[in-house]
């Protein structure tokens, strides 16, 4: 039975077990940099325009004609063909010639004249978030202004005053549209913004995993010599592994978001706080799962095929509140999923830290969870290879 090491030794040897392997090395510290570059490329394209549209007039009048070149006429939207019915239209949609359908019902002009309820139907895709949003809205709009002479010569007609007109028009509600933290509604601040966290989970876990399980597939753990894994063994390569998520999220958080322009900065020093939080949730999650497999290669598959699934379970790209119970459970666990919210708020929205009391507590309760059960698996993982060692 070798002396158990300390919490400085275990931490000097567990960062060098990342920075001496290679294959460690590339998710775990040349992955967390370069994709500070790669990642946001596709959603560079911050606001959406020219987005194909087909439309569907089933009214044929002057008015629905007006809609159609008040649609071709919005930065957003690029009337790609007029069909009848929505038969025809729906090919536009299958094939990719067009990113939505805006169908313009029969008796649309007569209806809008006489002051009769109707409306205009709008299709999109279902697959692009930012792109239905944005063609939503300006259909929307463009209806609004296609329709709005319309409505003020049926009320002149009808004998309204003028000044009565001006006076009921500013009656109405007055819609502020105030976005929390994607001030340009654009993809790159929607999207990158959300997914740090998530980037960072993935990789690092890759990273960590690969080493524990490396250590169990050859039956050595260097922190455990002779098979003794102490609490301050323990602690260090925890925190051995945790340094390297932290340097993440601050490098996330520092340089990325501040070299993409994206928004930042709210409350930097809850964020950094937090991201501590996160970091040793993420090593002891980590230990977990490499110490479970013991298998170099399965890490790396567990987490490429968990990626999507774990990224919609996080609730940004699909509201939460729509997950069957079962699911919402299973969201609960993973430690990206108060993660995401966490940073959102704090580094982009610079809420207090009151303000993420719910993701603070979940994610410490995560915490401990994992710690407890990475101790364990360890433990049991080290034993087991001290068997086998005995028996051969």
């Not at 090593?283 to 013991?294: E, K, N, P, V, Y």
């Not at 303000?355 to 433990?379: D, G, K, P």
């Amino acid at each position: 039975m070798g002396e158990a090491l300390n919490l400085l030794d275990a931490f000097r040897i567990t960062t060098r077990g990342v920075f001496g392997d290679l294959g460690v090395l590339m998710p775990a510290v040349v992955g967390v940099i370069f994709y500070c570059v790669l990642y946001p490329l596709p959603y560079l394209p911050q606001t959406v325009h020219s987005i194909p549209v087909a439309v569907v007039d089933e009214d044929a009048s002057a008015l629905s004609r007006r809609l159609e070149r008040n649609l071709d006429a919005t930065q957003e939207i690029i009337v790609a063909g007029v069909t009848k019915t929505m038969a025809e239209a729906l090919p536009y949609l299958y094939d990719g010639r067009a990113g939505g359908i805006v169908t313009i019902p029969a008796n649309f002009h007569r209806d809008v004249l006489r002051g009769d309820p109707t409306g205009v139907t709008v299709m999109g895709q279902g697959g692009l978030i930012v792109l239905d949003g944005s063609l939503l809205s300006s259909a929307a709009k463009a209806t609004a202004a296609t329709v709005a002479p319309e409505l003020a010569a049926n009320a002149a007609r009808a004998g309204v005053p003028p000044v009565k007109l001006t006076h009921a028009a500013q009656q109405y509600p007055l819609f502020v549209k105030q976005p929390l933290f994607n001030i340009v509604e654009g993809y790159e601040s929607y999207v990158v913004s959300a997914s740090m966290g998530l980037i960072i989970m993935q990789l690092l876990v890759i990273g960590i995993s690969m080493v524990t399980a490396t250590w169990s597939e050859k039956g050595a753990w260097p922190v455990a010599p002779g098979g003794r894994l102490a609490a301050p063994a323990f602690a260090g390569m925890v925190l051995g592994f945790a340094a390297f998520v932290l340097f993440g999220v601050l490098f996330w958080i520092g340089f990325v978001f501040w070299y993409h322009d994206l928004p930042r900065a709210g409350n930097l020093a809850g964020a950094i706080a937090f991201g501590a939080i996160y970091s040793i949730t993420i090593a002891s999650f980590g230990i977990a799962l490499g110490s479970w497999m013991a298998e170099r290669e399965r890490a790396l598959q567990f987490v490429a095929a968990a990626s999507v699934p774990i990224l919609f379970l996080s609730g940004f790209a699909f509201p939460a509140e729509s997950f069957s119970a079962p699911v919402h459970f299973i969201s609960l666990l993973i430690p990206s999923t108060p993660g995401i919210r966490g940073f959102i708020a704090l580094n982009q929205m610079g809420a207090h830290w009151s303000e993420v009391q719910q993701q603070v507590v979940h994610l410490s309760l995560l915490a401990a969870v994992y710690l407890c059960i990475a101790w364990f698996i360890s433990r049991w993982r080290i034993s087991r290879s001290l068997q086998k060692e005995s028996l051969a």
